[in-house]
Nanobody
Framework: QVQLVESGGGLVQAGGSLRLSCAASGDIFSINVMGWYRQAPGKQRALVATITSGSMTTYADSVKGRFTISRDNAANTIYLQMNSLKPEDTAVYYC????????WGQGTQVTVSS
């Protein structure tokens, strides 16, 4: 089992910044992928960004150049630095850990006001 604890969501004005954190604990395998997905009201959960244990990253086109994903392998923690936020970034952000099995965090709300 893997437990994921997210933090850092909140309310911010358009153009502002937020930093999300996700700490993993439990049966962590050294080779894994962690990342962030988001789900807006009435929409499906969608990829935001992922990062492998070797620090290879992928981003959704909608966040490229504005969001940066990073990780601290020693702390089993990933971060999502979100800059130049837009109202359309408003969603519940979910942390993902994937090795042989996928685990999801409980989600953290990000609200961007116009």
């Amino acid at each position: 089992q893997v437990q994921l604890v997210e933090s850092g969501g909140g309310l911010v004005q358009a153009g502002g910044s937020l930093r999300l954190s996700c700490a993993a604990s439990g049966d962590i395998f050294s080779i894994n992928v962690m990342g962030w997905y988001r789900q807006a009201p009435g929409k499906q959960r969608a990829l935001v960004a992922t990062i492998t244990s070797g620090s290879m990253t992928t981003y959704a086109d909608s966040v490229k150049g504005r969001f940066t994903i990073s990780r601290d392998n020693a702390a089993n923690t990933i971060y999502l630095q979100m800059n130049s936020l837009k109202p359309e970034d408003t969603a519940v952000y979910y942390c993902l850990y994937r090795s042989s099995t996928a685990y999801w965090g409980q989600g953290t709300q990000v609200t961007v006001s116009s």
